[in-house]
């Protein structure tokens, strides 16, 4: 999940929504969105997980699966869905159908009350800094992973350093051998 810490982390966040056209509830009042942080704003690079939402669940398979959907009400996502006004993009399957929109959009983001993750408040939505293209998802995962191999690369130079408790004991070795000139 994308951690937003620091005065002013939630506010003004530029986001992305993946809608599925099948992601509505029964009864037609909530639609499942996979709300992202746009990997293009200042907060984003350093995420190793855009989403606002992401909990692990282990499918009756026995793999585990991420569950990145948070419902929105009906008139919640006709805030989103005006924000962004032409700022979308259409989500296509494998064999070129179109399956659900990409919305961009910039909003004001708050901890879930039920469940775990962010959501986005819409009263505060807003558009977005940002132009979505067919190229918008694979950003937000390559920037995904550019996050994660640094966080990796950085945690492999930390444990080839010496920590400083060992430096500072060679430097007072270093001292205490030293002769005294009188």
Known sequence: MALLKGKGAMTGVNLIAKVYKNGVT??????????????????????????????????????VRYNNGAPYSTGQMEEIIKAAGPNTEPILNKDGNEVGTIYGFKGNVMPATRGTGLVVNTKSVEASEFK????????????????????????????????PEAKQEQAAE?????????
């Open 132 to 163: 979505v293209d067919d190229k918008t998802l694979d950003n937000q995962f390559a920037s995904m992973r550019a996050a994660r191999e640094a966080r990796a690369a950085a945690k492999e130079s930390q444990a080839q350093a010496p920590a």
């Open 26 to 63: 029964k009864d037609g009042k909530s639609q499942y969105a996979d709300v992202q942080l746009d990997a293009r704003d200042p907060r984003g690079p350093e995420q190793t997980n855009l989403r606002l939402k992401s909990d692990r669940v282990q499918g009756e398979d026995g793999k």
């Open 174 to 182: 270093v001292e205490v051998d030293e002769p005294a000139v009188g």
